[in-house]
């Protein structure tokens, strides 16, 4: 498996397989495609990575920044991240996580947040946070990872892309 930067070649190969990763997730309103688009489109697709198994994207984690209501900077969010079906279960949603959160780390970022399952994030470092909240969803399903000594306090607020329409 080979992790590296999307390209601007990319962007269909990134299309069909996140589509393919959400068709049938519970809580999908099968606009992840949109969002990476809407994002692509406003120049706040921060990190674009791909997955690829002999030569086939399998795989894609975007980040964006987000905003906090305290001013602090340097925050990301992490998703949409899309591994084909076949290939899912296999260590590659591991290795997209890991490697965008050591470039961000690498790049000084102050932190990270996800909006997902808990027990799956927390193996990444995230967790609930006391001083970070999304109103728009159930706080059991927002966590967060402090990536330098530097905290923010107050409301999160993902890139208007995330409200892309269906």
């Not at 049938?24 to 099968?30: A, G, I, M, T």
């Not at 198994?53 to 906090?68: E, L, M, R, Y």
Request: net charge negative; hydrophobic share 40%; aromatic share 8%.
């Amino acid at each position: 498996m080979h992790i590296r930067p999307e390209r601007a070649d990319d962007t269909d190969a990134i299309t069909a397989v996140t589509r393919a990763a959400f068709q049938d997730h519970p809580h999908s309103d099968q606009t992840e495609h949109l969002i990476i688009a809407a994002l692509r489109a406003t120049d706040a697709l921060a990190l674009s990575l791909l997955a690829e198994v002999d030569g086939q994207v399998v795989g894609h984690i975007a980040f964006s920044p987000v905003t906090i209501s305290d001013g602090s900077t340097g925050w990301y969010g992490l998703g949409p991240i899309s591994v084909l079906p076949g290939k899912q279960k296999l260590g590659i949603g591991t290795r997209l996580i890991e490697t965008g959160l050591d470039l961000l780390r690498a790049d000084q970022a102050q932190g990270c947040v996800v909006a997902g399952d808990a027990a799956y994030y927390q193996r990444f470092g995230f967790r609930h946070s006391d001083t970070l909240a999304y109103p728009e969803l159930p706080a059991e399903y927002f966590l967060a990872l402090p990536l330098q000594t530097n905290s923010a306090h107050g409301i999160v607020r993902y890139h208007p892309a995330f409200s892309a329409p269906a």
